[in-house]
């Protein structure tokens, strides 16, 4: 094993132990998210009210210790309350730019879907481009730059839709799920006198985290297994039950999660297993299904399974 993937899969587990002495039970979506953050991508917490995705938000923002933002999405919140504003200074007789909280390296975008279209667009910039465009001044964001978006996907009143141009920006969709019995006794026992989310304390700081997710990228890409990445994703694009496939941006983000998740692995190179693995977290929230997968109440994660069995595996 390499001293770079040594050195990230080391800080990873880290940073996973202590997000889960408050997020108990699901190693599976925690792992996720830390895939998601080593890429430098943005991930999207999807469930039902309850099941912990603004605590799962908070806990990994305060053990990477980096600057932190919370974002409440509002039917009445405006684009410039999220990337700021020019305000008229009569001293100086100038315009000064005064920066929104999206200027944070770990944002909080909580109950994304309950702002308009309008808003939710402000952040498709911020999250590809890693800038805010205002007043003629491109405004960078600091690194590293993670957005983590809570949405509710059973309620609709008072929600609207994410347009499929901002699910795409998200590298990645987890769920949470109801925890089983035992889990769920763990949790109440956690909580007893106190919430153990006071107790979690920075394993990492910015300059180390912006170091490890330029270290992932060196993790080996064999040419089969960059076809096999292609192929599956082809695949989404011919299916009878999809009416738009993933596009090239899901390529590069199933390439760059098999980096991340095979050095967090102790790997200095990817393989098939990592892409099966991820292709579910990757891929499933980009597609659009057609009216008759819907009317038969198919889902996407579904259609991303089937298609892995589907296409044949090379050996890397």
Do not use: W
């Not at 465009?133 to 009143?157: D, Y």
């Not at 839709?161 to 901002?166: D, F, G, H, I, K």
């Amino acid at each position: 094993m390499s001293e770079l993937q040594t050195d990230v899969a080391v800080a990873m587990r880290r940073v996973q132990e202590q997000v889960e002495t408050v997020i108990i039970g699901k190693h599976e979506t925690v792992e996720m998210a830390l895939v998601t953050l080593l890429v430098g991508g943005h991930l999207l917490i999807e469930d039902i009210p309850g099941v912990g995705k603004t605590t799962l938000a908070k806990t990994l923002a305060q053990s990477l210790g980096c600057a932190f933002k919370r974002i409440q999405f509002t039917p009445d919140l405006l684009p410039a309350d999220i990337t700021g504003t020019s305000i008229y200074n009569q001293k100086t007789q100038e315009f000064s730019f005064m920066p929104g909280p999206i200027f944070a390296q770990v944002v909080l975008a909580d109950e994304i879907n309950r702002a308009t279209p309008k808003t939710q667009a402000a952040l498709l910039e911020c999250m590809e481009e890693l800038q805010v465009s205002e007043g003629g001044i491109t405004h960078p964001l600091p690194r590293p730059f993670f957005v983590i978006a809570t949405q509710n996907n059973i309620e609709h009143a008072g929600t609207y839709q994410l347009p499929e141009a901002q699910m795409d920006r998200f590298t990645m969709r987890v769920r949470l799920g109801y925890p089983s019995l035992e889990q769920e006794v763990g949790i109440l026992n956690s909580q007893v006198q106190s919430h153990p989310l006071v107790n979690v304390k920075p394993v990492l700081d910015a300059p180390t985290l912006v170091d490890l997710q330029d270290q992932v990228r060196h993790v080996v890409v064999a040419p089969l297994l960059q076809k096999y990445i292609t192929e599956v994703v082809a695949a989404t694009r011919k299916s009878d039950q999809v009416e738009i496939g993933a596009s090239p941006r899901g390529s590069l983000a199933l390439m760059h999660a098999a980096q991340a998740h095979a050095a967090m692995a102790g790997r200095k190179y990817a393989n098939p297993d990592d892409v099966k693995r991820l292709a579910p977290f990757v891929l499933a929230h980009r597609l659009i299904l057609s009216a008759e997968a819907r009317a038969h109440g198919m889902e996407d994660v579904t259609i991303i399974q089937k298609i892995l069995t589907q296409v044949p595996v090379p050996t890397v």
